[in-house]
């Protein structure tokens, strides 16, 4: 949205049923965008355990994150509800050009991306808007948390905005200096007690996504006996067990995507080697009747029949041709809670 905003070709989009819909909520972005004297794209901020601001990169930060979009505020969208639309009519003019990364803008025009900039009056009130592809109700929460953060770094905003591409409408609300003050402890309040607490990872299907083993708790020691002693260690164990489960599907995915693109057939590791079976050879029965009647007249004809649904068949075999026992071991796995 922000690349065809920019006039660029933005990010191809899966052709598919929702492609017009999609299309529809871009355009309808941009529309929003363009009726707007709009400051900043993608502003990055960053600030310490203090809410000091500092640079986004650096390890004292405790909070980050990237608003959206800032423009300066109208004088009469008070309470006002937005109604741009436009259907989009060429669909091609979407895909004539490659792809650019919205970070090579930056080098076009570096004003658009950089805090308070030349674009806006020096005591200029901002709205800080933030666009929401799916339907819900608005965060206001995070968008007060966000303008506490860039207000820290200069910006004055005296608005924040919920744009629905999906209803086509927008939202806001004023805020003052006192919702700010506010959310700002509440951010001090929060980063304190995250900072004083002990908090242990807990694995789970995220743990097939995560970007961050290598820093995992969870992960550590993987070399290391473990030793079960009472119910905690137990839980620990267990945990750790979901975590590698979950983060060995995820390296084993990645790994067969670079397989099959790169056309490698083996792959010869320190005691084992990566390899695909051969893929087993199709067969289906035609004649399922003349098929039995073949097997029932072998001289085993069992070797040729497995029996997946016993518990099906037992109400139809007489007491005398069976018997039920009951399992030694019974068979644990992990069950989604």
């Known amino acids: 949205m922000f690349n065809s905003y920019l006039g660029n070709s933005p990010t191809p989009l899966l052709f598919g049923e929702n492609l017009k819909r999609d299309m529809e909520q871009i355009e309808f972005g941009v529309q929003f965008l363009k009726s707007k ?152 309040a929060w980063i304190n007690q995250i900072l004083q607490s002990d908090f242990k990872p807990e694995a789970g299907d995220h743990c097939s996504y995560c970007l961050y083993h290598s820093l995992c708790p969870l992960m550590e020691k993987l070399g290391e006996d473990l030793t079960i002693s009472d119910s905690d260690s137990l839980k620990n164990t267990l945990q750790k067990t979901v975590a590698f489960q979950e983060g060995a599907k995820k390296m084993k995915k990645l790994a067969d995507e670079f397989i099959d693109r790169e056309g490698i057939g083996k792959v010869e590791l320190n005691g084992y080697e990566y390899a695909s079976d051969e893929a087993p050879t199709q067969i289906r029965l035609l004649d399922r009747e003349a098929a039995l009647d073949t097997v029932v007249g072998l001289p085993d004809p069992f070797k040729f029949i497995t029996f997946k649904n016993l518990s099906e068949l037992v109400d139809y075999l007489p007491e005398e041709a069976y018997e039920k026992k009951e399992k030694l071991k019974p068979v644990r796995r992990f069950r989604k809670a």
Do not use: M
């Open 37 to 188: 004297d709009v400051v900043a794209l993608n502003i990055p901020f960053a600030l310490d355990r203090f809410s000091n601001p500092i640079p986004f990169d650096e390890p004292e930060v405790v909070f980050r994150g990237v608003a959206q979009a800032l423009y300066e505020e109208e004088r009469d969208v008070r309470g006002k509800r937005s109604d741009v639309r436009k259907t989009v009519t060429n669909e091609s003019d979407f895909f004539e050009k490659g792809v650019r990364d919205i970070e090579d803008l930056k080098g076009q025009d570096p004003e658009l991306f950089s805090p308070l900039t030349s674009h806006a009056s020096p005591h200029a009130q901002l709205v800080l808007c933030h666009f929401k592809a799916g339907f819900g109700d608005p965060d206001w929460e995070r968008l007060l948390i966000y303008a506490w953060a860039l207000s820290r770094g200069g910006y004055n905003i005296g608005r924040i905005e919920w744009v629905s591409l999906s209803a086509g409408a927008s939202f806001s609300k004023e805020i003052t200096k006192e919702n700010l003050e506010e959310a700002g402890i509440n951010l001090y």
